[in-house]
């Protein structure tokens, strides 16, 4: 696939993951009704499986190949692949590569590593993965070396936890 295919089709993928959070009121503070949630994971296993094929075809779509847009569509896609966890590692794995080499945003790398831990059941290393808010308060996922997360947070251009948190009140 060329990469201008590449970023058409990654970039349709974020507009229907954005436009479906939007309908089904995603990543909003209370419950999720059950239909919403079934066509959330509908489309997020789709995008999944297709993430997969291309990241094994192609690598991971750097910036530099797929222009800003469709390089977070790929990293979102990763995101939200909860219920395959292959296919978070195998993002994971190339994602890292590409941010060695300075090709990925680290902030990228850190939210995705993070989200793999929480989907693995261990614990995060920079604290973005909100489990839950409880009487109007952000519940993290447990975090790894809780005293020092300020300090690796800031290792990858991650502001304060406090800053990060307060976008859920």
Known sequence: MDD???RAELEAMAGEQRALMTRT??????PTPVEARREQREVFVRHADRLEQLLADGGWPTAARVGEAAARAA????????????????????LRE????GEAPVQQLAMLEDR?????GRHQEYGTQVADVVDGRPVLWPVADPDRLDERRATVGLEPLAVHLARFL
């Open 4 to 6: 201008a295919a590449l």
């Open 25 to 30: 009121g995603g990543g909003s503070v209370g």
């Open 75 to 94: 990293w979102l896609v990763a995101q939200h692949a909860d219920t395959q966890l292959s296919v978070q590692r195998l993002a994971l794995r190339l």
């Open 98 to 101: 590409a941010a060695g080499r």
């Open 116 to 120: 793999v831990a929480v989907t693995g």
